[in-house]
C-alpha cells in the first residue's frame, strides 16, 4: 500500500512569513496526526485528528499553528508568522481505526522547514 | 521519556554482533509501547509494538523486551546489519486528551547505532 505523503520536502523562509505543508494520509485511515520533531530530538505530537474532527491540539501554540482536515482525508498545517524556533521537520502520520489505542503509527517523510 | 537535549546517546556494535538498545519511559500507566527506526532524510519507521500486558514479543531478528516494575523497555536486534545504522526511537501511548480512546505517543530521546564493519 501506499505510505503517508507529504509536500513540499523542503521549504526555506524568513521569520514572520506563512508557510503551509500538506499531507495525505495512507487510505482509509482515520486517524491523522502532526508532528514537529526538532533536530537532536524525537517527534512532538502538536494536533490529532480523528476523521474531520479534532481529538488533541493541546501542543499546538495555536497563536501562530493552524492545522485543518476539512474531508476527513487530506490535512494542511499552517504557521504564520514564522518564528526561527519553528525551524524543524513536520512530520504527518496516520493509524488505522477511530479510538484504536494499540494501533502502529506509520509516518511521512516530513517537511524540512529552515527559518532565516 | 520526553526527548531533551541535543546530543543523542550513540551506541556502535560490530557487523553480526547483536545490538541492545534501551529505553526508560516516563508514566506507569503507559499501555502500548513502539520501536521506530528513523534513517536520516526519513520519517520513523514502524519496527515492533508491544502492549503492557506483555514482557517480551518477537519480530523478524527483532525483540522487544517490556519491563514494568522498573518502566525499562529494550530493543534487541540480531545479527546487525549495515542496513541496521539509523537513529532509534521508543515511543510509549499516554492516554490522550479529550476523546475516549485516543492515542498520544511521547517519544523518547532516541538511540543512534552506528555499525563497524
Known amino acids: 500500500e501506499a505510505g503517508v505523503a507529504q509536500s513540499p520536502r523542503y521549504k526555506i523562509i524568513e521569520k514572520r512569513q506563512s508557510v503551509a505543508f500538506w499531507c495525505n494520509p495512507i487510505?482509509?485511515?482515520?486517524?491523522l496526526y502532526w508532528y514537529q520533531q526538532i533536530l537532536g530530538q524525537g517527534p512532538k505530537l502538536l494536533i490529532q485528528?480523528?476523521?474531520?474532527?479534532?481529538?488533541?491540539d493541546s501542543q499546538l501554540p495555536k497563536d501562530r499553528f493552524s492545522a485543518e482536515r476539512l474531508k476527513g482525508v487530506d490535512s494542511t498545517l499552517k504557521i504564520q508568522p514564522a518564528k526561527l524556533e519553528d525551524s524543524a521537520v513536520y512530520l504527518c502520520?496516520?493509524?488505522?481505526?477511530?479510538?484504536?489505542?494499540?494501533?502502529?503509527?506509520?509516518f511521512g517523510d516530513g517537511t524540512r522547514l529552515s527559518i532565516l | 521519556g520526553e526527548s531533551v537535549g541535543l546530543h543523542l546517546p550513540t551506541l556502535s556494535v560490530q557487523e553480526g554482533d547483536n545490538s541492545i538498545i534501551n529505553c526508560a519511559y516516563s508514566?506507569?500507566?503507559?499501555?502500548?509501547f513502539i520501536w521506530y527506526k528513523q534513517e536520516s532524510g526519513k520519517g520513523p519507521q514502524f519496527i515492533i509494538d508491544?502492549?503492557?500486558?506483555?514482557d517480551k514479543r518477537q519480530g523478524q531478528r527483532v525483540t522487544v523486551l517490556l519491563n514494568k516494575t522498573v518502566k525499562h523497555l529494550s530493543l534487541q536486534i540480531a545479527a546487525t546489519q549495515p542496513g541496521d545504522s539509523a537513529v532509534y526511537f521508543c515511543?510509549?501511548?499516554?492516554?490522550?486528551?479529550?476523546?475516549?480512546?485516543?492515542?498520544?505517543?511521547?517519544f523518547g530521546q532516541g538511540t543512534r547505532l552506528t555499525i563497524n564493519p
Open positions: 502520520a496516520s493509524s488505522l481505526r477511530p479510538g484504536a489505542q494499540n494501533q502502529p503509527q506509520h
Open positions: 487510505s482509509g485511515h482515520a486517524t
Open positions: 485528528f480523528q476523521n474531520n474532527g479534532v481529538v488533541d
Open positions: 508514566n506507569s500507566a503507559s499501555d502500548y
Open positions: 508491544i502492549r503492557s500486558n506483555m
Open positions: 515511543a510509549e501511548n499516554m492516554l490522550g486528551g479529550g476523546f475516549q480512546g485516543a492515542q498520544k505517543l511521547v
